[in-house]
T-cell receptor, first 114, second 117 residues
Framework: KAGVTQTPRYLIKTRGQQVTLSCSPI?????VSWYQQTPGQGLQFLFE???????NKGNFPGRFSGRQFSNSRSEMNVSTLELGDSALYLC?????????????FGPGTRLTVL | AQSVSQHNHHVILSEAASLELGCNYS??????LFWYVQYPGQHLQLLLK??????LVKGIKGFEAEFIKSKFSFNLRKPSVQWSDTAEYFC???????????????FGTGTRLTIIP
């Protein structure tokens, strides 16, 4: 079974631009969560999507948004990029059945904002 | 809101030494607890997890962790480390409600483990 895939793997943008990152979950997984990883703040939860609906949201500004498609693939968008948005963005997928379900992480997208 | 503390930021050990990494969380209700590992250049992967039952849980690669509810702790241990254990280790907590998944994980800031051959 293929793992979680994220594209692109690396991105370089300038301040003020916007960016879209993509995540394809493991086949059969219905939930996709996004995390931001930085050296200073560690791993922080951005949001979770299930059945094309945002189910949970972390403490990030409205510039960070996402969506999920009917095939469970997900995208996240960051508008008006700031230098502090430079980070590794991780996507995780899970089945999201009863109780807690193990999340499987992708390799991440490394975003550099200049 | 829940939080997770990992007090050891960087640990350096020689091969065959014993390892214990600390993890404390703050949340008054039921929690699910995890240790994840991130080897250099690799995906974050699950080492072990605790949902309920025996507070001593065993994971992959000889790792184990003990949940001590009274101390809000979930420390990771390994009796004898190997050079290949060099990685970053993250403790995480989930406060999902039973029978309806809540997939949000709150992570600690991580502990970088360096094993000297």
């Amino acid at each position: 079974k293929a793992g979680v895939t994220q594209t692109p793997r690396y991105l370089i943008k300038t301040r003020g631009q916007q960016v879209t990152l993509s995540c394809s979950p493991i086949s059969g997984h219905r939930s996709v969560s996004w995390y931001q990883q930085t050296p200073g703040q560690g791993l922080q939860f951005l949001f979770e999507y299930f059945s094309e609906t945002q189910r949970n949201k972390g403490n990030f500004p409205g510039r960070f948004s996402g969506r999920q498609f009917s095939n469970s693939r997900s995208e996240m968008n960051v508008s008006t990029l700031e230098l502090g948005d430079s980070a590794l963005y991780l996507c995780a997928s899970s089945f999201r059945g009863e109780g807690y379900n193990e999340q499987f992480f992708g390799p991440g997208t490394r975003l550099t904002v200049l | 809101a829940q939080s997770v503390s990992q007090h050891n930021h960087h640990v350096i050990l020689s091969e065959a030494a014993s390892l214990e990494l600390g993890c404390n969380y703050s949340y008054g209700g039921t929690v699910n607890l995890f240790w994840y590992v991130q080897y250099p250049g690799q995906h974050l992967q699950l080492l072990l997890k605790y949902f309920s039952g025996d507070p001593l849980v065993k994971g992959i690669k000889g790792f184990e962790a003990e949940f001590i509810k009274s101390k809000f702790s979930f420390n990771l241990r390994k009796p004898s480390v190997q050079w290949s254990d060099t990685a970053e280790y993250f403790c995480a907590v989930n406060t999902g409600v039973a029978n309806f998944g809540n997939e949000k994980l709150t992570f600690g800031t991580g502990t970088r483990l360096t094993i000297i051959p």
